[in-house]
Each structure stands twice: as C-alpha cells, then as structure tokens.
C-alpha cells in the first residue's frame, strides 16, 4: 500500500492578464490545466472571456451578440478583479 501524501503545489502563478482565445498574445495554456475562477467586484463571475488585475478589467461577451466573424461581440468592464485557482 503506498502512501498518498499530497504533492507540492506545481500550479503557475496566474498572470496580469489572461485570455481564454488562443489566438490571443495573453493566452497561457498552463493555466488553463487547473480550475481558475474570476472575482469581479466582489463577486464571482462565469462568463469572464479576458482580465487585467492591474487595469481593473474584464471582457465579458454582449449577450447573444456576434461579430463580422462569427465570435461573441465583447464589453470591457472596469471595477476590482481578483484572479484565484479553485
């Protein structure tokens, strides 16, 4: 019987900014290995497609709205983001 003991936490440090488009410069596909979760002004949201803690912002799609190609049509909101592994 072998013994579970937990490993170190090997999860990356979540950057300034992330996008979930990988067509994107601030795409990190090591992140998106574990389970992130965005807090916006004080609440969690789910629909958060791009953040900068550092700006204060987030990207999030304009209801079922899409662009020339096809891609949701996105908003910037600005307020208090806080970036967290679940």
Request: hydrophobic share 35%; proline share 8%; glycine share 6%.
């Amino acid at each position: 019987m072998t013994d579970q003991t937990p490993t170190p936490d090997t999860r990356p440090t979540l950057p300034d900014r992330l996008s979930i488009d990988v067509r994107s410069p601030h795409h990190v596909a090591a992140v998106f290995e574990h389970d992130i979760g965005i807090r916006f002004n004080g609440k969690e949201r789910f629909d958060v497609t791009e953040y900068c803690v550092s700006e204060g912002w987030v990207k999030v799609p304009a209801g079922k709205t899409l662009d020339r190609k096809g891609n949701p049509l996105l908003i910037k909101i600005k307020g208090t983001v806080q970036a967290f592994y679940k």
